[in-house]
Nanobody
Framework: VQLVESGGGSVQTGGSLRLSCAAS????????MGWFRQAPGKGREGVAA???????NYAELAKGRFTVSHDNAKNTVYLQMNNLRFEDTAVYYC????????????????????WGQGTQVTVS
């Protein structure tokens, strides 16, 4: 299983970025696909997860600003981030698990098995 994130970069406060997570050897609609982030000196926190039934759960930090979508033909999951804030600065990771992600309670790093290498997002 390989997950490759892209789309990170530097943006000003209030700006937008769209992150992509391209999956190989795993079909995104057969897995729960999650987005996490880790800021310097902090633990990895859940952002959102797309369950196999299409249900999407967002952490409070993401509600109203971030949107998860997917393209099964490209086997890719996206994280659209709008109205970015300085505190959104972090390395963003894509993750996958064969388990369901029924609710926000499953937005835990320990629930996910496969991880990408991360992509840096810097908001200034």
């Amino acid at each position: 299983v390989q997950l490759v994130e892209s789309g990170g970069g530097s943006v000003q406060t209030g700006g937008s970025l769209r992150l992509s997570c391209a999956a190989s050897r795993v079909t995104v609609d057969n897995f729960c696909m999650g987005w996490f982030r880790q800021a310097p000196g902090k633990g990895r926190e859940g952002v959102a997860a797309l369950d196999v039934d299409g249900n999407i759960n967002y952490a409070e930090l993401a509600k109203g600003r971030f949107t998860v979508s997917h393209d099964n033909a490209k086997n890719t999951v996206y994280l659209q981030m709008n109205n970015l804030r300085f505190e959104d600065t972090a390395v963003y990771y894509c993750a996958a698990t064969v388990e369901h992600c029924y609710s926000r309670a499953f937005l835990l790093a320990s629930h996910f098995t496969y991880w990408g290498q991360g992509t840096q997002v810097t908001v200034s």
